[in-house]
């Protein structure tokens, strides 16, 4: 069964202090794997699109990388307003449903 | 651009009673999904459609929820009866291809239900 786990579920960071968000996925044949940011209230906001192992991209303070079993959404120095909670998606080739892990809930404290 | 409209943000209703949401998605954007996000859960597709045919419904509780896209632009989701589980926020989805692996889906800001 498609699965996808992110970790920590809650990280609290300082202001300019580095860290990574996990996301470990089970999927028979990734098509897509998604990262999209959601403030409270909010729906979720689209990041970044990776789809094959090895591949990496960057938007600001935030880079995302992808192998074969995970990803990791890198922030460096991060500020307040990056606090919101992350969360990481699968899409199986297998079936049209887009799995959802539970998310990281970022606070960036100044 | 005008990002994808949904109506009410909130509604409050009790058990049993029926409740109906409305999503107006990107313009030109063929493919439309409704979400369900329970609090502190990630978002679980319910049904996915392509212009005005259903691709997924796989998940939908089909003996409560419906949903139409009639035209294939605007849509909505109709739960009857409801139940006190059904206490989340829906989201509302749009891509403009086929398939969320093949480009970006915009989310609407949501409706957040609450069944007492």
């Known amino acids: 069964e498609d699965q996808v786990t992110q970790s920590p579920e809650a990280l609290r960071l300082q202001e300019g202090e580095s860290s990574s968000l996990n996301c470990s996925y089970t999927v028979s044949g990734l098509r897509g794997l998604f990262w999209y940011r959601q403030d409270p209230g909010k729906g979720p906001e689209f990041l970044f699109t990776l789809y094959s192992a090895g591949e990496e991209k960057e938007k600001e303070r935030l880079k995302a990388t992808l192998t074969k079993k995970e990803s990791f959404l890198h922030i460096t120095a991060p500020k307040p307003e990056d606090s919101a909670t992350y969360l990481c998606a699968v899409h199986p080739y297998n079936n049209n449903d887009m799995r959802f892990g539970a998310g990281t809930r970022l606070t960036v404290k100044p | 651009e005008a990002g994808v409209a949904q109506s009410p943000r909130y509604k409050i209703i009790e058990k049993r009673q029926s409740v109906a949401f409305w999503c107006n998605p990107i313009?030109?954007?063929?493919?439309l999904y409704w979400y369900q996000q329970i609090l502190g859960q990630g978002p679980k597709l319910l049904i996915q459609?392509?212009?005005?045919?259903?691709?997924?419904d796989s998940q939908l509780p089909k003996d409560r929820f419906s949903a139409e896209r009639l035209k294939g632009v605007d849509s909505t989701l109709k739960i009857q009866p409801a139940k006190l589980e059904d206490s989340a926020v829906y989201l509302c989805?749009?891509?403009?291809?086929?398939?969320?692996?093949?480009?970006?889906?915009?989310f609407g800001q949501g409706t957040r239900l609450t069944v007492v």
């Open positions: 313009s030109g954007h063929a493919t």
């Open positions: 459609f392509q212009n005005n045919g259903v691709v997924d």
């Open positions: 989805a749009s891509s403009q291809f086929e398939g969320l692996g093949d480009t970006e889906a915009f």
